[in-house]
């Protein structure tokens, strides 16, 4: 009942009582008589007012966005008509609104598990959403950033440029930048159709193994240009100083046969070592495992490496704990990753230093240390030195071909196992492998 019906109510229950009283009645009777009426008739319309303000009140509940609220109280006609409109509108809605909720959490989910740093912009640049990813790649939270405009994040021109252009344009944009720490990244942004407040979508692919590969590619070439050159224009040497009449002293021509045949034997060794490298990394050369006895390779490695040792004016010792016994291993790949790491020791010590080789059972497995007193390696230098062809600047002029560790890395990583090294300027070094024997 709305008010407009109160108010007729009462004008005919005044009439009713004015007929009343004109028929006879009192003055007393007829204030009495209108005072009655007007109780009864806002009696009857706060009953029938009731159910209309609870309506109302549900109403607004819903409309509040209390999405679980509902007209409870229904009047009989109109009133109860409308009761149920307005709860299955709200029903309606609070479907809608679940559905609307679900794929959005799972939108989110599903970018949440991209390993890829991923932000949503709004059509004003401002960051509405980031992922994991990105919160970590950053070190950013969302609550820290939500609202911010991207440079706020990331203050790249070229991003910022391409999110411009994203936004106004509707272009998809691909940057690559560099990070601190030198981490390279391709950026795409993405216009957004349809995405509502989200405008603009950023991915973020991390390029650094990509980049990191291609330099090691780059420098391999340019290392295998380096090593081959140096023997082959000592080569052309020899040629040309016999050619221009040399072969016609014998001493002389004697002594440059020499020197031919060692950088012919340097060229045999890189190409062999270089095909080696490459069988391993294609997995065209499997382990042949066998027992070996670990005290009987070691040693045998120790002893082929004594007469350069003492040449070289070194103390070399062998340390083997009790208890090596028989491992599953492929001998020949171990010894010649020990022979690697012997050899190194006694090039880069200088006389009178030592070098000692340890070998010991460890929680199921073999620990083999190559120890010397030599030159050590500079910090800058331990993250690459088992890369191949890297060299440290004092082996440069040692003629090897920086591939002996890259060999001793990736015989122990066949067999399972890792290398390590530990070194200082003029304090030595340690190389360790440890591969797993069981127990």
Same mark, same amino acid.
């Given at each position: 009942?709305?008010?407009?019906?109160?108010?007729?109510?009462?004008?005919?229950?005044?009439?009713?009582?004015?007929?009343?009283?004109?028929?006879?009645?009192?003055?007393?009777?007829?204030?009495?008589?209108?005072?009655?009426a007007t109780i009864a008739v806002l009696f009857a319309a706060a009953y029938l007012l009731r159910p209309l303000q609870a309506v109302r009140d549900d109403a607004a509940r819903i409309?509040?966005?209390?999405?679980?609220?509902?007209?409870?109280?229904?009047?009989?006609?109109?009133?109860?008509?409308?009761?149920?409109a307005l709860n299955r509108v709200a029903e309606r809605f609070e479907e809608q609104m679940e559905t609307a909720s679900e794929g959005q959490s799972r939108l989110a989910a599903a970018l949440n598990s991209s390993v890829d740093p991923v932000s949503a912009?709004?059509?004003?640049?401002?960051?509405?959403?980031?992922?994991?990813?990105?919160?970590?790649?950053?070190?950013?939270?969302?609550e820290e950033i939500a609202g911010k405009p991207f440079a706020y994040v990331l203050a790249d021109e070229d991003v910022v440029d391409a999110i411009r252009a994203s936004r106004e344009q509707g272009l998809r944009k691909i940057s690559i930048i560099e990070q601190s720490g030198h981490r390279f990244y391709q950026v795409v942004t993405t216009p957004i159709a349809g995405g509502g407040e989200w405008?603009?979508?950023?991915?973020?692919?991390?390029?650094?193994?990509?980049?990191?590969?291609?330099?090691?590619?780059?420098?391999?070439?340019?290392?295998?240009?380096?090593?081959?050159?140096?023997?082959?224009?000592?080569?052309?040497?020899?040629?040309?100083?016999?050619?221009?009449?040399?072969?016609?002293?014998?001493?002389?021509?004697?002594d440059f046969l020499r020197r031919a045949d060692a950088e012919v034997d340097r060229l045999v060794q890189l190409v062999e070592e270089l095909l080696?490298? =490459? *069988? $391993? @990394?294609?997995?065209?050369?499997? !382990?042949?495992?066998?027992?070996?006895?670990?005290?009987?390779?070691?040693?045998?490695?120790?002893?082929?490496?004594?007469?350069?040792?003492?040449?070289?004016?070194?103390?070399l010792t062998l340390e083997l704990s009790p208890g090596l016994?028989?491992?599953?291993?492929?001998? =020949? *790949? $171990? @010894?010649?990753?020990?022979?690697? !790491?012997?050899?190194?020791?006694?090039?880069?010590?200088?006389?009178?230093?030592?070098?000692?080789?340890?070998?010991?059972?460890?929680?199921?497995?073999?620990l083999v240390q190559v120890r010397d007193t030599g030159a050590g390696i500079s910090q800058s230098d331990l993250s690459r030195i088992f890369e191949r062809f890297y060299k440290v600047d004092q082996s440069r002029a040692s003629g090897g071909s920086g591939l002996g560790l890259a060999?001793?890395?990736?015989?122990?990583e066949a067999h399972g196992g890792s290398v390590s090294v530990e070194s200082a300027p003029t304090r030595g070094s340690l190389f360790s492998f440890r591969i797993p024997i069981g127990n």
């Amino acid at each position: 009942m709305t008010a407009n019906h109160l108010r007729a109510l009462i004008l005919v229950s005044v009439a009713v009582v004015i007929a009343v009283t004109l028929a006879g009645a009192g003055v007393a009777f007829l204030l009495g008589a209108i005072a009655g009426a007007t109780i009864a008739v806002l009696f009857a319309a706060a009953y029938l007012l009731r159910p209309l303000q609870a309506v109302r009140d549900d109403a607004a509940r819903i409309a509040a966005g209390d999405l679980g609220a509902r007209v409870r109280l229904r009047p009989p006609g109109p009133a109860g008509q409308m009761a149920d409109a307005l709860n299955r509108v709200a029903e309606r809605f609070e479907e809608q609104m679940e559905t609307a909720s679900e794929g959005q959490s799972r939108l989110a989910a599903a970018l949440n598990s991209s390993v890829d740093p991923v932000s949503a912009l709004d059509r004003e640049g401002r960051i509405l959403f980031a992922n994991i990813a990105f919160e970590a790649t950053f070190g950013r939270s969302l609550e820290e950033i939500a609202g911010k405009p991207f440079a706020y994040v990331l203050a790249d021109e070229d991003v910022v440029d391409a999110i411009r252009a994203s936004r106004e344009q509707g272009l998809r944009k691909i940057s690559i930048i560099e990070q601190s720490g030198h981490r390279f990244y391709q950026v795409v942004t993405t216009p957004i159709a349809g995405g509502g407040e989200w405008a603009v979508l950023i991915v973020f692919h991390d390029l650094t193994d990509v980049q990191r590969t291609e330099q090691i590619r780059r420098d391999f070439v340019a290392n295998v240009s380096h090593e081959l050159r140096t023997p082959l224009a000592a080569l052309k040497s020899v040629v040309e100083t016999l050619a221009e009449g040399a072969l016609e002293d014998e001493s002389v021509a004697l002594d440059f046969l020499r020197r031919a045949d060692a950088e012919v034997d340097r060229l045999v060794q890189l190409v062999e070592e270089l095909l080696e490298l =490459s *069988r $391993i @990394e294609s997995g065209d050369q499997p !382990l042949v495992l066998r027992e070996t006895d670990v005290a009987a390779l070691l040693a045998e490695a120790v002893e082929r490496l004594r007469p350069q040792a003492e040449r070289a004016h070194l103390n070399l010792t062998l340390e083997l704990s009790p208890g090596l016994g028989l491992a599953h291993i492929d001998g =020949s *790949r $171990i @010894e010649r990753a020990v022979l690697n !790491l012997l050899h190194n020791a006694i090039k880069f010590t200088p006389s009178g230093g030592d070098v000692t080789l340890a070998a010991q059972r460890d929680d199921g497995s073999l620990l083999v240390q190559v120890r010397d007193t030599g030159a050590g390696i500079s910090q800058s230098d331990l993250s690459r030195i088992f890369e191949r062809f890297y060299k440290v600047d004092q082996s440069r002029a040692s003629g090897g071909s920086g591939l002996g560790l890259a060999l001793v890395k990736h015989a122990v990583e066949a067999h399972g196992g890792s290398v390590s090294v530990e070194s200082a300027p003029t304090r030595g070094s340690l190389f360790s492998f440890r591969i797993p024997i069981g127990n």
